[in-house]
């Protein structure tokens, strides 16, 4: 949490210099890219990289990685074929800004999976102190860069992807030798029938998880993706904005947080002890600071966005104004979903995230045929995704007093 969180204020710290730098259409090229980026991740890997968390031992944890990198490499090999196909298809539609940009979307994919697995493996082996020097070497890379590169360049949409793509290289290097890469490299007869064997005991993860977290992403992603088809780059890149200041730096502290808490309760889990005190803790902790900060920032939002954005910005004020009931329910949320893998409940889980996505979407295709002022979309649709983390909160709280239920001590 605490690399996150400098990570994070760094970021912050450099949003006024990157908002002059960067006007919003440039913002909203590179939101979309992240987005569609963002979703192919979800198979990248096959979602092996979470089963890294759960294995009992190092054995099986090194095995397991060595399946996961295989599947990234196939998986950004067949991107990239899928990309020469794709990007003629584009010219002229709803995504067409992309397509300079389609031949880095191969290459991102594979570096955020890398760095995906890398980061599991190291919460597997309880290496917290390496974890948080690649997270805070990647967060502070990408701010740092986004600075940097316009000294020697002209600032640009490729000037934001080299930052991104660079970050993610150095966080990288902190994970060279945790799991000893001589060994990973040897796929002797013997290694792949081990492969094999793992693959299948942990089919669960590809069979529910693939499908449970690209409905998870695309629930995330929804709204950046389809105001593609009513607005233009200059309302994404505001949204991307809001997104960038108010979002993303409580959601890059939750995951390190939800990746904490995924190992405690798998080792909870494997000692049949009792999750809701941990649970609680997050909970309690998270609204005691959440309640008076989100209403401190929902007084100052405007004076604050005036301040450190460039006046062609003011309206992310408004945009995570509306954000904030919002994120008071979905933060701790996003820290409690791993519950479901932890409980082998990922087959409900995907079912309920699919229900939501369906709700979401319909509401979000309803009113973009409305052609509402972007605010009022904005209101009414983070309004229905309040309605479904509520929703969400209670299901994971009944998963638990399931498991408790049968729980021995």
């Known amino acids: ?21 960067y006007p919003p259409h440039m913002m909203g090229v590179t939101g979309l ?31 397991l990685l060595s399946l996961t990198l295989c599947i990234n490499l196939l998986f950004a090999l067949l991107l990239w074929g899928i990309t020469l196909v794709v990007r003629p298809l584009l010219k ?55 600075v940097l590169l316009p000294l020697f360049f002209s600032a640009s949409v490729w000037l934001l992807l080299a930052a991104l793509l660079e970050s993610y290289l150095l966080g990288l290097l902190c994970f060279v030798g945790l ?58 890149g505001l949204v991307t904005m809001a997104l960038m200041l108010a979002k ?4 890059t502290i939750a995951d390190s947080l939800s990746q904490a808490y995924f190992h405690r309760a798998a080792r909870l889990k494997h000692n049949a002890e009792p999750l809701s005190p941990i649970t609680r803790k997050v909970v309690r902790t998270w609204l005691w600071i959440a309640l ?6 929902y007084l100052i939002m405007p004076w604050l966005i005036g301040v450190i954005l460039e006046a062609q910005y003011a309206p992310v004020a408004d945009i995570i104004r509306l954000m904030l009931p919002l994120l008071l329910v979905s933060i701790p949320n996003s820290v409690l979903n791993v519950l479901p893998d932890v409980l082998g409940a990922q087959r409900r889980h995907m079912q309920m995230q699919t229900l939501f996505l369906a709700v979401e979407f319909a509401a979000l295709l309803l009113l973009l045929f409305l052609h509402l002022p972007l605010l009022t979309l904005i209101a009414v649709y983070f309004g229905v995704q309040l309605v479904d983390q509520v929703v969400y909160a209670v299901w994971l709280r009944a998963l638990i007093r399931r498991y408790e ?3 021995p001590r």
């Open 92 to 146: 002229g539609g709803t995504y067409a800004e992309l397509i300079p940009y389609l031949p880095l979307l191969p290459l991102y994919v594979l570096l955020t999976a890398l760095f995906a697995a890398g980061s599991n493996y190291a919460v597997g082996e309880g290496a917290f102190t390496r974890l948080s020097v690649a997270k805070l070497i990647q967060g502070l890379g990408n701010s740092a860069l986004k």
């Open 33 to 63: 890219f992240m987005t569609i980026g963002g979703i192919l991740l979800i198979p990248a890997g096959g979602r092996y990289e979470q089963a890294l968390v759960v294995a009992p031992d190092r054995r099986q944890r090194r095995t």
């Open 405 to 407: 239920r049968t729980c």
């Open 248 to 251: 993303t730096p409580l959601r």
């Open 292 to 297: 008076p900060a989100g209403l401190l920032l």
């Open 1 to 21: 949490m605490a690399s996150g969180a400098v990570a994070q204020a760094v970021a912050f710290l450099i949003i006024p210099i990157v908002s002059r730098l």
């Open 179 to 236: 799991a000893g890469l001589g060994s990973l490299c040897q796929l002797t007869s013997s290694a792949r029938a081990q492969m094999r064997t793992l693959a299948r005991q942990y089919a669960a993860f590809p069979k529910y998880t693939i499908v449970q977290a690209g409905v998870n992403t695309l629930l995330a992603s929804l709204l950046v993706l389809m105001l593609s088809y009513g607005y233009t780059t200059y309302h994404i």
